[in-house]
């Protein structure tokens, strides 16, 4: 024993471990690898500090599991309450057959027993999950503490809010109905707040009648509630740790195929670099010094070239921003199918089991009571009546019920969303045209197009004839054509007045789309734009040419990591914020400009009076 003692505290070790994202630091992390009888394999345990700032993997350990069992705990809390205020045991109805107690064949388990297995299961299963969680952060795969967002907070006290709710209402009606057992109650108060209503259960007195007012319209808004914080903390799990894994692996295929500049093609031309570079992304450096060879630009023509070589790179980063989005939505919708698919079959499993041997119930049966009860009609020809029955139709239905609103949700961002689409479409062609809809079917048609656009001209003048000239203040850009390339590579002929005047059009224009639904999604001719309008504050128009000779019109790359298509904001904000503080740098530099000129003025003046009150007189000379 005092070998293996110290043959255990010897292999207590301080591994030091440089961190590959903070710059070769040095972080002691505590090792801990226990003797075993085969040394290749041993446990090396890392117990990581909370701000090493090394990436975190194991993302459904470290944030999912503690959820989970922050959100299941309350349910087991509440099975065990009615598990330990009922009877485990009754006689044995022959109209309601149970499954036999032990050796007694006169008494069955009661609903109380099965009360207590579920609650057992639950706290089984989350103290395993928690002990995954807790292996990972021994594996040093992420730091002790993680921070709460706010949804994952809500929906932590709105879980615990909800059971209280169903718990405590379960208590008042068993008060109310004497008939009724906790155990009854509860599964009653479960029925009535998920609006499913079977009809074997009611109130069974006029005081009951009125609590059911404003409990159940409590209990839906809790529930309602609580759903919508699932959801909303499932969309931010799968952002995270999904979409965003599914937008690297494109842009690194896109990356991969693209051949942009001189260093990525130097790269390309060693075979034995291929296989290396196929695996990760090129750094921006790379990028950015490859980009200052190509934009080395002495004329108009160059510049426009270099101008489509930049929008071929934003087309690509575009189509990657339409596939994540439609990757999100039925990743999402996929998810929901599949969690409804289990529970509706797996649910159908457990009630043909509970409810085969007191109503006989078959499994299409089972499966035609599961799905009535997740879309919560409840005809109420099917109900449970088990004693083993009705506990797992409150654990079932309070995650299934939840899990067909998600998944309705999920149909509205997709499948109801084509069907919009297609109504919308066909309204358009037949009973409620919409303007402009006949555009793409006469445009092939040159003829018919021109001798239509005349008669519109000619209606249009006409019309202004009998209008008048126009008074009061003229939106400029309201009708102004969106700019091509060759104005864009025009800009740099424009005097600092002139973009100026341009900043404040574009800032009201950004101003407009901010309300804007779906948000607006701006091209690459009105990114180029805009990018001149936020450079050009910063520096006198010589050295903006100079650095645009250099670097060009955009600042970053729109395939890296520094684009703006990468940021959390819509583009409406980000062009927004970014042209309101190029006109914050333009109005003080021109506040320095103009103290300038009146302090120079200023000296002049004190000079010439200086002048003037030291002059000899004629008579003294």
């Not at 109805?93 to 009661?110: F, H, I, K």
Request: proline fraction near 5%.
């Amino acid at each position: 024993m005092g070998d293996r003692g110290s043959a255990t505290s010897s292999n207590v070790t301080d591994r030091v471990k440089a961190s590959p994202h903070n710059g070769g630091d040095v972080q002691p992390a505590k090792t801990l690898e226990p003797a075993v009888a085969n040394p290749n394999l041993q446990w090396k345990f890392r117990m990581r500090p909370d701000d090493d700032g090394e990436p975190q993997d194991w993302w459904f350990a470290s944030t999912a599991i503690p959820l989970l069992a922050a959100t299941s705990g309350p349910l087991a809390n509440v099975m065990s309450i009615a598990a330990l205020i009922t009877s485990w045991r009754n006689q044995y109805d022959p109209e309601n057959p149970g499954v036999d107690a032990l050796s007694r064949p006169e008494q069955t388990y009661s609903q109380g027993y099965w009360h207590a297995v579920i609650a057992a299961v639950l706290y089984l299963l989350s103290s395993m999950a928690l002990m995954i969680n807790m292996l990972g952060y021994f594996l040093g795969h992420y730091p002790q503490h993680f921070e709460l967002s706010d949804e994952q907070r809500n929906l932590i006290l709105q879980t615990m809010m909800f059971f209280v709710w169903l718990a405590g209402g379960a208590g008042v009606f068993t008060r109310l109905d004497s008939g009724w057992q906790y155990v009854d109650a509860l599964y009653f108060c479960d029925v009535t707040i998920l609006t499913v209503g079977f009809g074997d259960f009611h109130p069974l007195n006029d005081t009951s009648r009125g609590l059911i007012f404003p409990y159940s319209v409590g209990g839906i808004v809790i529930l309602g509630l609580m759903v919508s914080s699932i959801r909303k903390f499932a969309q931010e799990i799968s952002h995270d740790n999904i979409v965003k894994r599914h937008v690297e692996k494109r842009r690194a295929r896109t990356i991969d195929r693209s051949v942009s500049n001189a260093v990525e093609l130097e790269e390309r031309q060693g075979a034995e670099k291929i296989k290396e570079r196929r695996h990760r992304l090129p750094s921006n450096r790379h990028l950015r010094t490859g980009m200052k060879q190509l934009r080395r630009i002495g004329s108009q023509k160059q510049k426009i070239i270099l101008l489509q070589e930049e929008k071929d790179r934003f087309d690509a980063m575009r189509n990657i921003q339409q596939s994540t989005s439609k990757f999100k939505k039925y990743s999402a919708l996929a998810m929901s199918v599949i969690a409804f698919g289990l529970l509706w079959c797996v649910g159908a499993v457990g009630f043909w089991q509970a409810e085969q041997k007191s109503q006989g119930l078959s499994y299409f049966q089972a499966l035609y009571f599961c799905y009535v009860s997740l879309l919560t009609i409840g005809y109420g020809d099917l109900s449970p009546s088990s004693n083993a029955g009705k506990p797992f139709f409150i654990v079932w239905s309070l995650v299934a019920v939840p899990t067909m609103t998600i998944l309705i949700s999920d149909m509205g961002d997709t499948v109801i969303a084509s069907f919009k689409r297609g109504t919308f479409t066909l309204a358009d062609w037949t009973v409620l045209p919409k303007a402009g809809v006949w555009r793409a079917l006469l445009e092939p048609h040159p003829r018919i197009w021109d001798w239509l656009q005349r008669k519109v001209a000619e209606a249009e003048e006409e019309k202004r004839v009998a209008q008048g000239f126009p008074t009061g203040p003229v939106d400029e850009d309201r009708d102004a054509p969106p700019p091509t390339i060759k104005d864009i590579a025009g800009l740099d002929r424009l005097d600092e007045q002139t973009l100026a005047r341009k900043l404040g059009l574009a800032i009201r224009k950004i101003a407009k789309d901010l309300s804007a639904d779906p948000p607006r999604m701006y091209t690459y001719e009105e990114w180029a734009e805009y990018t001149r309008l936020i450079r050009f504050s910063r520096m006198s128009p010589a050295e903006l040419d100079e650095e645009e000779d250099e670097q060009g019109l955009i600042e970053w790359d729109w395939i890296g990591e520094d684009s703006p298509m990468m940021a959390e904001k819509c583009e409406s904000e980000w062009l927004l914020d970014r042209l309101c503080e190029s006109l914050d740098r333009y109005m003080r530099m021109h506040t320095q400009h103009h103290k300038k000129g009146r302090s120079g003025r200023s000296r002049r003046r004190s000079k010439v009076h200086f002048s003037q009150a030291y002059t000899k007189p004629q008579h003294l000379e």
